[in-house]
């Protein structure tokens, strides 16, 4: 044929064209049978009961359905003749694109026979690959038809409601109808339509011969020709590798085999006649046992050619071949194939050393590289399409490989499990990336289905690289953090006893001994074999990285992805998760870890994490700024519990409360809580969880806003305090007013205080909010320290602001001027938590007098009840602890920083009121020397010294005031009396 016979007719773009609207026929086909195979998918009238007769019906009479005579088998059909005609619309469509398919094909073969084309892959490689790939594609999409179980159905009902809508049926049904029939047995037509077009199909496929033979070799003679070895041939190493035929030599053996096996089963007359035809067919059949249609619709074509051989007359002999063809193909493919795949697997890591070290060559073997590819790329679809298909063989493992299996997803598992492989794994979800490229403008109705499982699939395989990785860094982490516990001084103490004996027990070597090893030997690695689990976790991270860092991020159907954030994501929750394990907090038995170990175990994992800024390229410090924050809020983003949470109920429930049942002591003097041990009970050290090292490591861990969270839970408890207070005060109204009134004479009071009722109880709450009061102010003295070292800046500013305040300041400057000081742990006059938290209390039933007026009897009460603590045989000053064993030196702080809080709310002077709280707790236990009662004034002594405390506790009070009340000498008497005391129970017993 002349070139301006080709140019005239246009075949190359007609064969382009043809072979693209193929394609989407194709793919429209496959939707189709996909989606009415699903009884999920299908159209809905295709499953209800009611239709059931009218498709029977439809499928019996088709294509002769008559849709106005029929209306007892038709009638579903014409009630939902109007949906029927919205839904099958694209169904019927897609049947008449198939027809005008045929149609097209069958014009543009004719004229090709016409004009005596000549194709030989080559010498006109576009052509003929075009040519062939429009006979495969054309065959593929009337078989794929043929499979289609409801097309009788899908179009006979479509043209019947049509009829009953438009009085006619579709222009297009006849002949649709009578294509549908003629490709019942669709190998049958097909061949009669080629029989016309045998001798150039055959002359195309003839052409294939050399390339598919050398294509088609085995392992060993690849080995035995050094093939793809630059360097087997040192002195044509810089050679550039050159081809006559250069795009046959990235021409994949699958469209191969597929034009072979196909072509020859529609032009199966020449296998008798040419010699060579059957030969190139008899290797195309033992080469494989499927061809693919379209993704995973597959030919087994051994048996559909000798089904319909064998169906045809004179055929045996070629039944006789394929039979032969297929014992070989199950004998020895499986095992040609598995030794490609690991010949291939050495030549590339071969390739990929030699040009990653030379990147120079790449330029003049750039051929080499790509055949490499593609060779891995036929041996990767040969094994995926028998693997999704072989299921019955005497040697299975010819078709599993440990780059394959059947489903995508065990294949990611499995190289998930390969250490080795574990760089490569994040081409699992870069191949989603492309299932983009699989949709066709024919078949939008494929879209939303690809880009759910293509989306769905690469969020699976990176989440599980990404917990994978999390995992490792975790183990990581954990080893870190044994390596620091063993610094820890409950640790280090064993460990310098145990030093010191074995140095103590350490003889000098005799002679003729080797030396022994010298400090340090323990560090060295001794052998290159042994490896340490913290080796194993190193390498494993390091090629996860990799795979996590082999792209920023990558578009899966307009959706960006970004890989860190998925391990990102994952370490959160991980981190949050092992920070609150740390802990170690059982609810049951109120067992905790200290913060500090807790404390020194969170920053080996966060110095490990912040090393991982050289593997990954994850924002490692945004990582540990959003889990420590997490930790300082209630719950974190799963709404779990944090360590904030764990450490403010411990402290309340584990701590506070045994303080309140006297198990627990405040001690001034060691500035911590101390256990007071009980026989029978085993309790843990209240001072390990409360000195000052812990309060630091606690404000360290929980920071500013978990502090304010344990501060505001501190402050509910302390006004659940102060509400039973009120309570008490109320039910004692009209006692207490007389009694502030008449303090000076004692007469009256002897008869109004025994009328008070629940003192002992006004004295135990207000020493528990003491306590709860002591506990924050530690706390606070914590978080004043680790701002200290972490914003000394900050400190001096804030520090000479406070000092601005004057009695004269406006009160909401004061308490905004002495929140931001509290913030940062320093201690004011005036609790602006206490302050915020009391004046909740407000109720609108009571007004604003009778609050104040509630507020000065409270006072009052406590003033006049402190006598009753000299009858407590626990009442007795500690000179070692600094305080009393029944913590009533709480009482100091209780009663400054609540008539602080209280008369700030009401607009008060603070100071006139507890000068005047000074005067009644003077005169009451000035009555104390009164008391004949000695049982009563036991402990007289230790109680006055709880003047003192009070002033010393408060800025608003000074000892000259204490002095006007109660004389500094009976103060001196008792500090004396406490000392002598004390002396005397340190003597020995004679």
Known sequence: MSLPSIYQHKFAEKLTILNDRGKGVLIRMYNIKKTCSDPRSKPAFFTEKTMEP??????????????????????????????????????????????????????????????????????????????????????????????????????????????????????????????????????????????????????????????????????????????????????????????????????????????????????????????????LWKLGLQGSLYISLIRDDALQIHKVTEEFFGSLKGYGKRVADVKECKEHAVAHSGQLHRNRRAFLRNAVRELEALLSDQPGLLGPKALCVFVALSLCRDEVNWLLRHAEHVTKTKTPEDYADSFYVRPFEKLFALTMEEPAMLRFTIAFPLICSHFAHCTHSMCPEEYPHLKSCSLGLCNSFLEEIAKQAANCIMDACAEQRKLSEQLLPKHCASTI????????????????????????????????????????????????????????????????????????????????????????????????????????????????IQSLGQFTCMDSSRIIRNVLLQQTQPLDSSGEQTLTTIYTNWYLEGLLRQASTGAIVLSPAMQAFISVPREGEQSFSAEEFSDISEMRALAELLGPYGMKFLSDNLMWHVTSQVVELKKLVTENMDVLVQIRSNFYKPEQMVSLLPRLTSADNVLKRMTIIGEILSFRSMAQSGLCEVFSNRCPFLMGPIECLKDFVTPDTDIKVTLSIFELATAAGIACDIDPALVTALSNLKTDSSSPEEEYKSACLLLVFVAVSLPLLASDPFSVYSIEMDGYSNNIHCLAKAIIHVSAALFTIHGKNIETHLKEFLLLASVSLLQLGQETDKLHSKNRESISLLMHLIVEESSFLTVDMLETCFPYVLLRNAYREVHRAFLLNKLPAH
């Open 54 to 279: 009218s498709i029977k019906y439809i499928n019996k009479k088709f294509p002769n359905v008559d849709a106005r005579s029929s209306t007892q088998h038709l009638g579903p059909v014409h009630k939902e003749k109007a949906e029927i005609i919205k839904v099958l619309n694209s169904y019927y469509q897609s049947f008449v694109d198939v027809m005008e398919f045929r149609d097209h094909v069958y014009e543009l073969l004719n004229t090709i026979d016409a004009s005596q084309c000549y194709f030989d892959i080559h010498v006109n490689y576009d052509l003929t690959k075009n040519y062939l790939d429009l006979v495969v594609t054309y065959t593929s999409v009337i078989l794929l038809l043929s499979r289609i179980e409801d097309r009788k159905a899908l179009i006979g009902m479509y043209n019947c409601a049509h009829e009953m809508i438009q009085g006619s049926g579709d222009p297009s049904y006849a002949r649709l109808a009578q294509m549908v029939l003629e490709y019942d047995t669709p190998l049958k037509k097909l061949t009669e339509e080629f029989g016309p077009h045998s001798k150039a199909v055959t002359s195309a496929l003839l052409s294939l011969h050399f390339l598919f033979v050398r294509r088609n070799q085995s392992a060993e003679q690849w080995r035995s020709d050094q093939l793809l070895s630059l360097i087997s041939n040192s002195a044509t190493m810089l050679s550039p590798a050159s081809s006559d035929v250069m795009a046959c030599e990235y021409l994949s053996l699958e469209v191969i085999e597929r034009w072979i096996l196909t072509g020859f089963l529609l032009c199966h007359g020449c296998l008798s006649s040419n010699p060579q035809c059957l030969e």
């Open 497 to 608: 006893s145990k030093a010191r004996n074995k140095k103590a027990q350490k003889q000098p070597p005799k002679k003729g001994e080797p030396e022994r090893d010298k400090p340090g030997a323990e560090s060295q690695r001794k052998d290159r074999i042994v490896v340490t689990n913290m080796d194993k976790l190193h390498q494993m991270l390091s090629e996860l990285s990799l795979s996590i860092n082999h792209v920023p991020s990558f578009t899966v159907f307009e959706h960006t992805v970004t890989p860190s954030e998925y391990l990102s994501s994952h370490l959160e929750t991980r981190l949050n998760r092992s920070f609150v394990l740390m802990a170690s907090y059982n609810q049951a038995t109120q067992e905790i870890a200290r913060p500090s170990e807790v404390l020194a175990g969170l920053r080996s994992y966060l110095a490990f």
